[in-house]
């Protein structure tokens, strides 16, 4: 039992990220290299309102970009034009160029002059705090982006706009304050803030007066449709009630997202039905779960990474013992050699993607097949895994190796068990 519970919670918690359940979002981690399909959405920043994606096939066309712009700024100087204007003017597309690039050092030089010489009106301050806030985060100045983010919201609640009206960039400072709560672990206050945001993007525009619980049926949703930012924040939401273990209450605010904040009345997206499955999933309604992941595969790049995880999670759905089957191990072991295979592939013999499934195949092994010698097999080269990727100084201490030395300590138990070794023998 003990081993297929640690196979059903196999969500886990490191110190460096978190992985959901079906390991395809991070709510934060150092390296974004390693990050499988999605990206946490609670670290969605506005940074310019025309966008601020990086293309490394663009670099070239933007160094030009920069040096261009950089010689106009010297420009400025030797005309001897000294308009605080033209100054900010050129500054602002510096910093532009420079953030595209992701160098984001000089980035912070640039907003740091521009903030203290050149913006002065609570507008400006409040949208130069936000970024400053977003650029100490790239470079993992945790405190000082927290300060950024703060200052922020307090110029827009205090300075920007009128008391007792709610607005989305009120949501966003909040939402970046739970992002940072979240990257150190802190969910209850990650949650906080998210839910101290959502009012403002359920009700963006309008005063706290003005709000009726009409305003949550559907029909009024439609004709005065919610801030975009509003199915983010939910997902957020969702994210952290699951790492949490609250499945019933992540699955509620999904199935909102599903009925009211889908453009156009279209389908769920990849995504929205992954996260669902995985609650499904969660609350042993292995069928439903079963169902959507299906459908996503059937759209799915079967070489990739979300193909990978979607046949670990399609495993886990057959080993799920509380099923009308009893579970079923022949094919929960076919789909997670499916899953073994690509993850080796794609993300090398030693990432923790790649122990997870192989622990999964060792319960799977050692409770449906009653293999205890492949079942250790298995563990044994997760646990090597999990060793060689603990950040503890001590690796013993790290709550995946001690999970794996317990279900490896289990296998060892039952096959000293006369009734094991009977079946075994079968």
């Known amino acids: 039992v003990s081993c297929v519970y640690q196979l059903k919670h196999s969500g886990k ?18 390296n ?19 966008g601020s994606i990086f293309e490394a096939e663009i670099v070239s066309p933007l160094e030009k970009d920069l040096k261009k712009a950089l010689k106009n700024h010297e420009q400025i100087f030797l005309v001897g034009a000294t308009q605080k204007k033209d100054i900010q003017e050129s500054l602002e597309t510096i910093r532009r160029f420079q953030y595209r690039m992701e160098k984001w050092e000089e980035t912070l030089k640039t907003e740091e002059e521009l903030h203290n010489d050149h913006y002065y009106s609570a507008l400006d301050m409040a949208e130069s705090h936000n970024r400053l806030g977003i650029l100490h985060e790239n470079l993992q100045n945790y405190s000082k982006s927290r300060s950024h983010f703060e200052a922020s919201l307090r110029y827009y609640k205090n300075e920007v706009h009128p008391p007792n009206i709610f607005h989305a960039e009120i949501g966003e400072a ?25 009012p403002h993007f359920r009700h963006h525009g309008k005063s706290m007066f003005e709000i009726s619980d009409d305003d949550e049926d559907e029909q009024n949703q439609k004709k005065d449709p919610p801030h975009p930012e509003l199915r983010k924040c939910l997902e957020n939401q969702g994210q952290i009630l699951r790492f949490l273990q609250k499945h019933r209450e992540a699955l509620d605010l999904y199935l909102e997202i599903e009925k009211n904040l889908l453009l156009d009345n279209k389908e769920p997206d990849r995504d929205l039905k992954l996260d669902m499955a995985d609650c499904l999933l969660a609350l042993r309604r292995s069928k439903e779960a079963e169902k959507l992941y299906i459908s996503v595969l059937e759209e799915t790049d079967l070489e990739s990474l979300t193909a990978a995880a979607i046949h670990h999670q399609l495993g886990l759905v057959d080993a799920d013992p509380s099923s009308d089957e009893g579970g079923d191990g022949t094919l929960a072991l076919m789909n997670f050699e499916i899953a073994l295979t690509l993850r080796k592939r794609l993300l090398g013999e030693t990432h923790l993607n790649v122990a997870k499934t192989l622990t999964a195949m060792g319960v799977v092994k050692h409770v449906f097949k009653k293999d205890p010698a ?7 080269e ?11 100084e001590n690796d013993e201490d790290d709550p995946e190796v001690k999970k794996i030395l317990k279900n490896i300590s289990l296998v060892q ?6 009734s094991f070794q009977s079946s075994a023998e079968h």
Request: overall charge positive; hydrophobic content about 45%; glycine content about 4%.
């Open 174 to 198: 909040c939402n970046h304050l739970g992002a940072l709560a979240g990257s150190e672990f802190e969910l209850e206050l990650a949650m906080q803030w998210l839910q101290r945001s959502e």
């Open 413 to 418: 138990k039952d096959m000293k068990k006369p």
């Open 374 to 380: 492949a079942a250790l097999t298995d563990l044994r």
């Open 13 to 30: 918690m490191i110190r460096r990220g978190i992985l959901s359940l079906s390991s395809r979002t991070f709510l934060w981690h150092e």
């Open 382 to 392: 997760a646990l090597i895994i999990y060793r060689t990727n603990s950040e503890f």
């Open 32 to 50: 974004p290299k390693v990050i499988t399909s999605k990206r946490f959405v609670i670290l969605h920043h506005r940074f310019f309102s025309s």
